[in-house]
């Protein structure tokens, strides 16, 4: 089995910035790809980025790209989300996925999943 683990939310004004992590580990093989997913009260879950352990990446286009940027550490087994100019309505749960295939951004290929890390962000 494999066990996500993120950390980095919290509060913060709008404008400012977070950087969340997810470490992984357990299983012999960790995830070839890792992404990030947020879901806010009432709504769906919602794709933010992905990250291949060859680097490809895949970003929201719609929300996030440009302000928030996707990084592994492949010899930490981690993967980060560098959130910059943060709006309230990326007011959300944040959660990291893990797959042993290419990122996509559909949620139901991700077989492992952390618990979730909140993250505010004030007006």
């Known amino acids: 089995q494999v066990r996500l683990v993120e950390s980095g939310g919290g509060l913060v004004q709008a404008g400012g910035s977070l950087r969340l992590s997810c470490a992984a580990s357990?299983?012999?093989?960790?995830?070839?790809?890792m992404g990030w997913f947020r879901q806010a009260p009432g709504k769906e879950r919602e794709f933010v980025a992905a990250?291949?352990?060859?680097?490809?990446?895949?970003y929201n286009s719609n929300s996030v790209k440009g302000r928030f940027t996707i990084s592994r550490d492949n010899a930490k087994n981690t993967v980060y989300l560098q959130m910059n100019s943060l709006k309230p309505e990326d007011t959300a749960v944040y959660s990291c996925?893990?797959?042993?295939?290419?990122?996509?951004?559909?949620?139901?290929?991700?077989?492992?999943w952390g618990q979730g890390t909140q993250v505010t962000v004030s007006p």
């Open positions: 996925a893990g797959r042993h295939d290419a990122a996509t951004m559909t949620v139901n290929d991700y077989n492992y």
């Open positions: 357990g299983r012999t093989f960790i995830p070839y790809a």
């Open positions: 990250i291949d352990w060859g680097g490809r990446i895949i």
